[in-house]
């Protein structure tokens, strides 16, 4: 069965500085593999997603997210983080041919000005 | 309308009680998913719809937990005999046309049905 894993439960960051958050993935075969923000009070939003093609995954928002095969990761980057973007950010998998999603715990970042 | 509605946003009940939660997905959605949110964890699978099916209903915790979609649109999760332990966020997503069919397939979020307990 798929899990995720995100270490960090919470981190904290200077606006203005770089941003990565970590996931990795527990699956016999590539998943499908995504990164949504949660918001206080709002629903999930998708930032970005891989199923295919190039491992390097453009988002809304200004965020990234590579995947990389050899360390069963997908990890979310910014390169310069704004106030705005504090939130909690979940990672999530799903099987080829499933149709459910599995998430992670979740990271609370938090944005120092 | 513009995105997923969910309805109670708030609903409170004492332990035993039956309670009701309802979607509205996006028009035109055939897919539809139920998921759980406890405090400090990420959502939890608990059923998905392709049309009026249930498709995989393989996280529903116990038969105290049921969930239909009679017209292939709005769905209602039904929850028998609540237990305390049952006080979560619900959440309520569509995407246009599942995962399966579609690779890619994005899940709309609706804002959630906070279950409380007492």
């Known amino acids: 069965a798929q899990s995720v894993t995100q270490p960090d439960i919470h981190i904290t960051v200077s606006e203005g500085a770089s941003l990565e958050l970590r996931c990795n993935y527990s699956?016999?075969?590539?998943?499908?593999l995504f990164w949504y923000v949660q918001s206080p009070g709002q629903g999930l939003q998708l930032l970005l997603k891989?199923?295919?093609?190039?491992?390097l995954v453009q988002g809304i928002k200004g965020f990234e997210a590579e995947f990389k095969r050899s360390q069963s990761s997908f990890n979310l980057r910014k390169p310069s983080v704004h106030w705005s973007d504090a939130a909690e950010y979940f990672c999530?998998?799903?099987?080829?041919?499933?149709?459910?999603?599995?998430f992670g715990t979740g990271t609370r970042l938090q944005v120092f000005p | 309308g513009a995105g997923v509605s969910q309805t109670p946003s708030n609903k409170v009940t004492e332990k035993g009680k039956y309670v009701e939660l309802r979607c509205d997905p996006i028009?035109?959605?055939?897919?539809l998913y139920w998921y759980r949110q406890s405090l400090g964890q990420g959502p939890e699978f608990l059923i998905y719809?392709?049309?009026?099916?249930?498709?995989?209903d393989s996280g529903l915790p116990n038969d105290r937990f049921f969930a239909v979609r009679p017209e292939g649109s709005v769905s209602t999760l039904k929850i028998q005999r609540t237990e305390r332990g049952d006080s979560a966020v619900y959440l309520c997503?569509?995407?246009?046309?599942?995962?399966?069919?579609?690779?890619?397939?994005?899940?709309?979020f609706g804002p959630g049905t906070r279950l409380t307990v007492l």
């Open positions: 699956y016999g075969a590539t998943p499908y």
């Open positions: 891989y199923f295919s093609g190039d491992t």
């Open positions: 028009s035109g959605h055939t897919a």
């Open positions: 719809f392709q049309g009026t099916g249930a498709a995989d």
């Open positions: 999530a998998v799903g099987a080829p041919g499933t149709d459910k999603l599995i």
């Open positions: 997503a569509s995407s246009l046309l599942g995962l399966a069919g579609a690779p890619g397939d994005e899940q709309f």
